[in-house]
Structures are given as structure tokens and as C-alpha cells.
């Protein structure tokens, strides 16, 4: 591979300038793929050793499933979409998916539109929508939360309580989300309304197709599973 180019990393909380190498090659079971770019990203080493982007995951039909703890990729020619099954219409914004979905605050409806960010230990992070709507104000935090994403720079939530959030036929009541405060990054930006991560993603067997433009919602046994452990009594 050629290492040591900058590349202009954006995340959830702001920008910056990262290294990264081309020409990289990526093995996941029986399956090599080729010309993939490499970023240098401090993620914690005690963790994990990396991150699966976009750029492998869109390249796929990719199933993964809570349950088994089991990733599934498929090839295009021979994929099947999951039924029954939640089917949200996939579009693009700053490099990333997002998806529909309606959330009920204080009695009012509201259409947004989200992104699917499964690397993301949230649950849904609204944005957009707090500040033109002046929601921030509308209820007293129960909790605040501070944010550190790839790009290391750092933001706060204000953890508050939504009447219901309903993906197409699917609708869940009473759910605790955060209005993001931030100004910079993903989660400021005017081109999405909020960031749905994987606190409540994993509620769902999730199957992405985003070659065709589509994710498979199926609720799993973790879909009532409570979101923060300090509210349990």
C-alpha cells in the first residue's frame, strides 16, 4: 500500500486531518477485497484493532444478526430481502446513510430524516429539529451526556424523553433521546436531522442492501431492552 496522504476525516463532532494508505487489500472469510483506503483513526487499542466502513459494507448485501452474533454477507445475485420485515429507503448525505422515520415530542409530530451510524453507542440523537424548533427548552434534561467521536473532538446531549418513535409500521412509546447541542461535525449539520446509533440499532436484525438503496429492520429480543442502566431502580 502507498501510506502517509491526509485525508479530511468528518464525524459526529467535528473535522480533521487524518493519514491514510490506498491500494490496501481486506480479507472476511472467503472473500478478498481489493483497493480499499486505510485511515489512521486513534481508536482505543484495548478495544478493538479497527473499524468496518462504508466502503466495504456498501459493497454487500449485509445481514447482521444480535441473536447468533453472527455478520452474514451475501452476493447480490442471490440475496433475498428478510420478510417480514421493516423496509426504510436509504439516501445519502455527507458520505453517509440516512434513513426516515417519525418521533412525537410533546404531543407534535415531526418527519426527519436520520443517520444509520452503527458505530455509535447512542440511541437517537436529534439535531436539526432541536434548534428549529426551539425544543431544547421544552423539557428539563434528565441526564447530560458528553461525546467523543473519530475525528476526537468532543460535544454534549441533553438526554430527554420522546413520546414515540415510528419506523414505518413499527411504533415504540415513550423513548429516552438526547438533543444534540453540538455545532460542528454530523450531528450540527442542516442535511440530516438527528444520528441513530447503535443502542438502538441493535434492537433489530438489521439487513443492509445499500447498493440498492434499502434497509431490513427485524425486531429482535433486545428491542425492550432498557436503554441507560442508571434509570433502572
Do not use: C
Request: glycine share 6%.
Amino acid at each position: 500500500s502507498s501510506a502517509g496522504m491526509n485525508k479530511s476525516l468528518t464525524g459526529a463532532t467535528g473535522s480533521n486531518s487524518v493519514l491514510s494508505s490506498s491500494s490496501n487489500t481486506f480479507t472476511i472469510g472467503k472473500n478478498l477485497i481489493k483497493a480499499l483506503r486505510f485511515l489512521r483513526i486513534s481508536y482505543p487499542a484495548d478495544s478493538w484493532d479497527g473499524v468496518v466502513g462504508l466502503s466495504f459494507i456498501s459493497r454487500y448485501p449485509i445481514r447482521i444478526d444480535y441473536s447468533t452474533r453472527q455478520i452474514y454477507l451475501y452476493e447480490k445475485e442471490s440475496f433475498t430481502p428478510p420478510s417480514p420485515s421493516i423496509r426504510l429507503k436509504v439516501e445519502y448525505e455527507l458520505g453517509v446513510p440516512v434513513v426516515p422515520l417519525q418521533v412525537r415530542i410533546n404531543g407534535k409530530d415531526y418527519q426527519v430524516r436520520a443517520e444509520i451510524d452503527m458505530g455509535s453507542d447512542r440511541v437517537f440523537d436529534l439535531n436539526t429539529l432541536r434548534r428549529q424548533h426551539d425544543l431544547e427548552k421544552s423539557q428539563t434534561p434528565f441526564a447530560i451526556s458528553e461525546i467523543t467521536s473519530s475525528d476526537a473532538n468532543q460535544g454534549k446531549l441533553y438526554n430527554v424523553y420522546f413520546d414515540e418513535v415510528k419506523l414505518g409500521t413499527l411504533s415504540l412509546h415513550v423513548f429516552q433521546e438526547a438533543f444534540s447541542t453540538l455545532t460542528t461535525g454530523v450531528q450540527a449539520s442542516d442535511k440530516m436531522d438527528g444520528v441513530l446509533g447503535n443502542n438502538f440499532l441493535q434492537r433489530f436484525h438489521l439487513t443492509l442492501n445499500l447498493q440498492e438503496g434499502h434497509i431490513y429492520l427485524q425486531p429482535n429480543n433486545l428491542l425492550y431492552k432498557p436503554f441507560y442502566d442508571f434509570l433502572i431502580y
